[in-house]
């Protein structure tokens, strides 16, 4: 049976707009549209998510795999962020990735 979802690798870039980019690749034992990563966050060091990506189907047949967002918006001063993973099961858990920012 699948865990929770693990965020395994992560890639921040500033945009040239100020906006970020993340690419994050997450591990998780899908098992078809019951139990399945659908979605990670980027959240700020107080709890706001700044960006979420919802995944809409499984991923059983390419583990680990990677998605991107763009258009994330993080106020000056916020100098990393915490990206974690959610299952379709478990909700939120699984390792989550602290990103620091690089603010150039």
Known sequence: MAGEVDVVDVKAER???GEWRFSVTLLHGDEGWDHYADRWDVVGPDGTVYGKRVLAHPHENEQ???RSLSGVAIPEGVTSVTVRGNDSVHGLGGKEMVVELDQN
């Open 64 to 66: 680990p795999f990677t």
């Open 15 to 17: 945009q040239s707009n």
